[in-house]
């Protein structure tokens, strides 16, 4: 029998030993909580009084043991809250003798417990509670990782999320951080007369951006939908058709394709459209929003990310696409054919698909360009094949009226002003459906409900979104990371693709590759 084993049998006697004596290992509530502390909060209550001015007073505190030591007739143990950690005192003739016995016999670090007791000061100062009263809340039957050997593995931190936040008190600060975020994009724009709204997350085509989309199938209706591919945008516009003015929406999309420290299958977005405003308008507020939440998140306006130094607080460049892609690769988009830029990525040794027309290949060549920006910057100017939904720019009918949220050489928003002729928009969609019978699985999926809903008229306006990648780099972390519970392969992978393809072929694999295939319809990048 293991070391760990013998620990959980133990914990397990401890469990049916206190059913026996009448306690209840798993309370309904801690009666106290009404008048319950937060240890911090205690902490910073009494830090600057003397020993003698707080040892009448009484505190009440509430969470997980983290470690404990018993000397006899002296006992310690360290409380931890949401908040941060506590030292409890469990003392002879000043804790109640049942209460020092009941500590020292059934109680093992990562039990949850309350307790009672006066506020006190230790040789050095820490602010500790001397228990007076003791509740066991919940017994814990698995050990806690060990502090120093625990949770080393990434994926292990990650599948076991629950545990990585108990021990690492930074994990826990992120994601309320990440909360912060949030509430910071959704007050703002509230506070700005947008109205939030929710849109459909199952759909009949995936519009709205340039994705690869999830499929499934709707029983009910005995109807082929996917998961959408974009915080609402098409329906977000039917919404200005309809006579709102300001509208967003945060949410998650789910995009069937690759997966990297920037990418996500499934992740949060905001999308927020504007009436009677333009992409110029769009800069200016988004500007205003990205300082804002930097600021309210990590309390400053520069951060760092990988080898990127980021500083929000400085001017804010423009970056023209087609002048920026000839400075760095001699190219220019217009002139070159698909020969020139395979050429040139060939030479690179980027990779990419030949079968994809011209535009993709020139989008690859943006990518590359676009990992020597740090920013801040706004990427203007791009070719109107790249972004079906976007308005042609009136001074170069080539381009849009697109800017996209350059930093740490990555694209960390995207917007424009929207397209509102419905013939222009139903001929791009032609396009995009020539595009998608081609092979291109990122094309748009011409949706002729949307093309409808244009024909009665919509006013003129910017649309924006973007994604919790921007998160991830202020906290300079792989998107995976910063998520509180991510998309992971079952700890069995192996052994169920094992199990069900011996199912499927009548006898046992000799072999079997641990990575999952790559998905068929996904694009070299």
């Known amino acids: 029998m293991g070391r760990e084993e013998e620990i959980i049998n133990e914990r397990k006697r401890k469990i049916e030993e206190l059913k026996k004596s009448g306690v209840n290992p798993y309370a309904h509530r801690f009666n106290q909580f009404e008048q319950k502390s937060f240890s911090v909060d205690v902490q910073q209550k009494y830090s600057d009084l003397k020993a003698e001015e707080i040892s009448k007073k009484e505190e009440i505190v509430a969470g ?29 003739e000043k804790t109640p003798e049942k209460i020092m016995d009941f500590f020292n016999k059934y109680i093992d670090s990562g039990d949850i417990v309350g307790a009672k007791g006066n506020p006190m000061k230790t040789k050095t100062g820490e602010v500790s509670i001397l228990v007076k009263e003791f509740d066991l809340l919940t017994k814990s039957v698995l050990p806690l990782p060990d502090k120093v050997h625990g949770l080393k593995d990434e994926e292990e931190r990650l599948r076991k999320r629950y545990l990585d936040v108990i021990m690492n008190s930074d994990v826990k600060e992120m994601f309320i951080k990440k909360q912060k975020f949030w509430s910071t994009v959704r007050n703002f724009l509230i506070e700005k007369g947008f109205l939030e709204v929710e849109t459909p997350i199952l759909e009949n085509s995936a519009g709205g951006a340039a994705a690869t989309p999830f499929a499934t199938h709707h029983n009910a209706l005995d109807l082929d939908v996917y998961l959408r591919i974009s915080m609402g945008e098409l329906w977000q516009k039917k919404l200005l058709v309809a006579g709102y003015e300001k509208t967003f929406e945060i949410g998650r999309q789910f995009r069937n394709e690759g997966m990297d420290a920037e990418h996500l299958q499934d992740y949060t977005q905001m999308e927020f459209y504007w009436g009677y405003a333009n992409f110029e308008d769009g800069m200016k507020l988004v500007e205003e929003m990205y300082k804002k939440l930097t600021m309210a998140t990590l309390g400053k306006l520069d951060f760092e990310y990988k080898e990127y130094k980021i500083d929000l607080g400085k001017k804010w460049e423009r970056y023209d696409y087609e002048k920026l892609i000839e400075e760095k690769t001699k190219i220019n988009i217009y002139k070159a054919d698909k020969k020139d830029i395979i050429k040139f990525l060939e030479k690179e040794k980027i990779e990419f698909d030949q079968n994809v027309d011209k535009w993709r290949l020139v989008d690859i060549l943006w990518k590359y360009c676009r990992k020597q920006l740090s920013g801040p910057g706004f990427l203007v100017g791009q070719p109107v094949e790249l972004t079906p939904l976007a308005k042609r720019s009136e001074k170069d009918p080539r381009k849009v009226e697109q ?86 392969k079952p700890s069995n992978y192996v052994e169920l693709i094992k199990s069900k393809d011996e199912a499927e072929s009548g006898h046992p694999l000799e072999k079997k590759s641990e990575k999952p295939k790559e998905n068929s319809q996904k694009k070299k990048k």
């Not at 143990?77 to 003392?91: E, M, P, S, T, W």
């Not at 011409?446 to 244009?454: C, G, M, P, R």
């Open 64 to 92: 997980r043991v983290m470690f404990l030591r018993s000397f006899g007739k002296l006992a310690f143990a360290k409380l931890q809250d949401v908040k941060g950690n506590i030292q409890i005192v469990f003392q002879s």
């Open 403 to 488: 800017f996209q949220v350059i930093l740490a050489g990555s694209e960390m928003g995207n917007g424009y002003s929207e397209l509102n002729d419905p013939l222009d928009q139903e001929s791009r969609f032609e396009e995009q459906r020539k595009n998608k019978e081609a092979g291109d699985s990122e094309a748009m999926d011409h949706d002729e409900t949307f093309i409808e809903a244009l024909k009665y008229g919509m006013p003129p306006a910017c649309g924006f979104g973007f994604s919790e990648r921007l998160f991830a780099i202020m906290m300079n972390k792989p998107i995976r990371e910063t998520v509180i519970f991510p998309l992971m």
